[in-house]
């Protein structure tokens, strides 16, 4: 009878000490995830914050807001750059393209205001996309799962150093303000608009339920921010299309169909579909399709295809050992997360092939007016999409994966539906006791493989950061900073109406999109003449 009794005493204390263990280590070893993470993603943003004061204007960055830098060099005011970029809009939509809220962004560049300030540009970039990256990742992470703070840090970090560090063309992903701010800024308010899309068909977030005046106030914000992204890049805004449509869609058919939450982003739909609309519509479209892509673009069906087969093509050149070691070291703590809410994860198949047809969807528009994949500045946010939908797919497939032993671990005839907490068999399955040694081990590889890829002289400009750095250390970026002031100053200083400068010789990977030409018949020295008030601005080779 004693031995019974203490048996009765010691086996659930027992339990409660093993499972507290456990908890400790499951907290530990997603501190020094996130911890270390942060820390490698903070160490990476210092070299590119800091290349940045050596980024300069060119091209597209002129043509858009030479108007609106004429006008506050004559002295005008907030008021005549607003009217002026206003009125570079209307031209555009008549003339060149209808994405009207991007051409407005376009035109008031940094450099309007003083070429000095055209680098606060990339660093609002970068900032822009750690913020909408940190805010979707705690709606999928924190709202959804329920999961903690440091799974949440860990996530961001990780989806930010593969976005920012293999980025396809990094110049154009950041850098370059007129493309930055057309492709990787709008990609980062789709973010925003998805993650408050989630939340209203919520109901609310982690916090608590929204009240029906926060809910009014975030329908207007979402409404506000629809009819902002469907002015932009034709690819974001066919994603953010499909997108909302597929969340409200699954909403309105969905369990909680009977809430009628998905009313609220109705407002939304119609305005991105009104704006998306005017954007497709413009009579400029038509024109700069005639001019620059004059049979160039693929039927639908060819597009369709071509759509298809080239989101497995990048599906397989994307899928790297970086990207597969910095999933085995979120997804862990992701699936843990996924043991313990309340959601089914059913059907992971077709969450993947959703994922995959969003993902083909995005190459439609080139296909269509280019007939090709576009440049490395589309390239840029396909790769963001690809990243985004991988950890969605992968968590959904962990959580369906949990679900399965639950059902399997249960007894017969018993009832299967999520629980709150996993079962001992799944919470061995799925968080082994040395959690914090693997994390560690896997950190290791990961500093190794970022270290041999920085001192290979093969690949040392295949990682953003390290490029950066490369270019800051040699004063490479140093001297590209030189000789374009030194063109701007013997440009200003000169008092002929046709002034000759020297080519670019320097070019840092990450800051150089190119140069002026040795002539004027092209939009680039037209526009830089017309910056600098001269009749002609053409580039010569300084050593022949």
């Not at 799962?145 to 593969?162: D, E, H, I």
């Not at 989630?198 to 339920?209: C, E, H, K, T, Y």
């Not at 910095?326 to 309340?342: E, F, G, K, T």
Request: overall charge neutral; hydrophobic content about 55%.
């Amino acid at each position: 009878m004693s031995d019974r009794l203490l048996s009765s005493v010691l086996r659930p204390l027992a339990a409660r000490t093993l499972a507290a263990v456990r908890r400790l280590e499951r907290v530990r070893s997603e501190r020094v995830l996130a911890v270390a993470l942060v820390a490698l993603l903070a160490a990476a943003l210092v070299p590119m914050v800091a290349i940045s004061a050596y980024d300069h204007s060119y091209a597209d960055d002129w043509h858009y807001s030479v108007n609106v830098h004429l006008a506050l060099a004559a002295g005008g005011g907030a008021a005549s750059a607003l009217s002026a970029a206003v009125a570079e809009v209307i031209d555009a939509f008549f003339t060149w393209q209808g994405t009207y809220s991007a051409i407005f962004l376009m035109a008031l560049q940094p450099g309007v205001f003083s070429e000095e300030l055209y680098g606060a540009g990339a660093v609002g970039i970068m900032a822009t996309l750690i913020a909408a990256t940190a805010y979707a990742a705690s709606v999928l992470v924190r709202d959804v799962l329920g999961a903690g703070r440091a799974v949440w840090v860990s996530v961001t970090a990780g989806v930010l150093l593969l976005e920012t560090q293999l980025m396809p063309s990094p110049v154009e992903g950041i850098w370059w303000y007129n493309s930055a701010i057309y492709y990787t800024f709008y990609h980062a308010l789709l973010l925003v608009m998805m993650g408050l899309a989630v939340r209203m068909l919520r109901g609310g977030s982690r916090r608590g339920a929204y009240t029906p005046g926060g809910t009014a106030v975030r329908a207007v914000a979402l409404a506000a921010l629809a009819a902002v992204v469907a002015g932009g890049n034709f690819v974001t805004a066919l994603v953010a299309a499909l997108a909302l449509a597929g969340a409200w869609l699954c909403a309105a058919l969905g369990p909680q169909g009977a809430t009628r939450r998905h009313l609220l982003i109705v407002p939304a739909l119609v305005a991105f579909a009104l704006g998306f609309t005017a954007s497709v519509a413009a009579p400029g479209n038509a024109a700069r399709q005639a001019t620059q892509f004059a049979g160039d673009g693929l039927g639908v069906l060819s597009t369709l295809l071509r759509s298809g087969f080239a989101a497995g093509e990048y599906l397989v050149l994307w899928t790297n050992g970086l990207l597969v070691l910095m999933l085995a070291l979120v997804l862990p703590p992701l699936v843990r997360a996924a043991a313990r809410s309340s959601l089914s994860f059913r059907l992971p198949g077709a969450g993947i092939v959703a994922a995959f047809a969003l993902f083909a969807a995005s190459f439609t528009p080139t296909f269509f007016s280019m007939g090709t994949v576009g440049p490395g500045r589309v390239q840029n946010i396909r790769y963001d999409l690809f990243v985004t939908l991988v950890v969605i797919c992968a968590t959904w497939v962990g959580g369906w994966w949990v679900r399965r032993r639950e059902a399997a671990a249960a007894p017969p005839g018993a009832h299967t539906a999520p629980a709150a907490a996993p079962s001992s068999d799944v919470s061995h399955a799925c968080a082994p006791a040395p959690r914090c040694a693997l994390t560690v081990a896997l950190l290791v590889v990961l500093a190794f493989g970022v270290g041999a890829l920085a001192l290979d002289e093969r690949h040392a400009d295949d990682l953003v950061a390290v490029s950066a750095a490369r270019s800051l250390a040699s004063g490479e970026a140093a001297a590209y900073d030189a000789q374009i002031r030194d063109r701007i100053a013997l440009i200003e200083e000169s008092d002929a109406a046709e002034v000759e400068v020297p080519f670019i010789t320097t070019a840092p990977k990450v800051l150089f999109m190119g140069d002026i030409r040795d002539n004027m018949a092209n939009y680039i020295n037209f526009r830089l003449a017309q910056w600098y008030g001269k009749d002609s601005i053409i580039g010569y080779h300084a050593a022949l």
